[in-house]
């Protein structure tokens, strides 16, 4: 008896010592991985991120664009990247029949219910997000606005269930979520069928805005986010969730538990950085990149100098 408990005494030891070793070496690992989705704000706050880091010592391994959303959560859950930035409202996706309900809607609650599904479920934890609602949308050509009088999702049900020519383009996590299209679809009581869809892969709205703009394959509608840049430039026009159906996606760093508790000045770099960025000021960075052409990491290269977050 007496022998088996200092062998337990020296097993519990043995493993402290292994975690404190492992909290060691995370805490003198400079290198930092950091993720993007694959879209233009994606690889805007992305690089942000990065370069915030860089300057302030950190080696960083660059996997922005990664891919869509469950790519780069997954690479996040699993720990093979460190950090990236998501969208609050996300969370209702992640943790359905969450208990939340309304919360989701409202930014604070939003934030305190995501911080503490994840911390829970995945030792990840969510820094301060940016005051900009970047939340899922339908945006329509400026000339089917004007002559079917659209200017909210409701006039657009009623114009596709009285047979309206409607050929939205959307990426393939806007088609098939259950929070976007279909959400949509279900509260305004319309139904696109598949020869009114273009579904195209990845989530960069740049694409499927310049093939309603341009009347791609008879393209008339696209998916859109709230702070995209490109609209106003592209002529077209979006449309007013006027049932609120969308819960708030704010973008913050999502970062992992361990990481951050080795690295608690990484809150610091990165928080006022988010805490900066509103819906204008995303607005007018994001159509640097999608309407000039500007390289993302260019673009937030010269709003961190501009505002001093960066040598």
């Known amino acids: 008896m007496f022998k088996r408990m200092i062998s337990a005494v020296m097993i519990i030891g043995l493993v402290g010592l292994l975690s404190a070793s492992g909290r060691n070496e995370l805490a003198e690992k400079s290198e930092i991985t950091v993720a993007s989705k694959f879209d233009t704000e994606g690889a805007l706050l992305g690089n942000m991120i990065i370069l915030v880091l860089e300057n302030g010592g950190f080696e960083v391994v660059d996997r922005t664009e990664l891919g869509p959303t469950d790519v780069v959560r997954k690479a996040l859950?699993?720990?093979?990247?460190d950090v990236y930035?998501?969208?609050?409202?996300?969370?209702?996706?992640?943790?359905?029949?969450?208990?939340?309900g309304r919360d989701w809607y409202d930014r604070e609650k939003a934030l305190a219910a995501v911080r503490q599904l994840d911390s829970e479920a995945f030792d990840i934890e969510w820094l301060e997000p940016a005051r900009a609602n970047n939340t899922w949308a339908i945006a329509v050509r400026r000339d089917l606005s004007e002559n079917a009088d659209l200017t909210t999702l409701s006039d657009f049900a009623r114009y596709v269930n009285a047979g309206g020519i409607v050929k939205l383009a959307g990426s393939e996590e806007f088609v098939s979520r259950p929070d976007s299209l279909a959400a949509f679809q279900d509260a305004y009581e319309f139904k696109l069928t598949e020869n009114q869809l273009l579904v195209v892969s990845g989530g960069n709205t740049a694409l499927t805005e310049k093939a309603a703009a341009q009347g791609t394959d008879g393209v008339n509608a696209t998916m859109a986010y709230g702070t995209d840049g490109l609209l106003s430039a592209l002529n077209l026009v979006l449309l007013e969730d006027n049932l609120g159906v969308q819960v708030v996606y704010e973008p913050a760093p999502r970062i992992r538990g361990e990481v951050l508790r080795a690295k608690p000045e990484l809150a610091n770099l990165l928080n006022p950085v988010f805490m900066r960025l509103d819906l204008p000021v995303l607005q007018s960075l994001n159509a640097r990149i999608a309407v000039r052409g500007v390289a993302a990491r260019t673009v937030a290269e010269d709003w961190l100098r501009e505002e001093g977050f960066i040598d």
């Open 85 to 100: 930035p998501e969208y609050t409202g996300n969370g209702n996706w992640f943790f359905a029949d969450n208990g939340f």
């Open 77 to 81: 859950e699993t720990g093979e990247v």
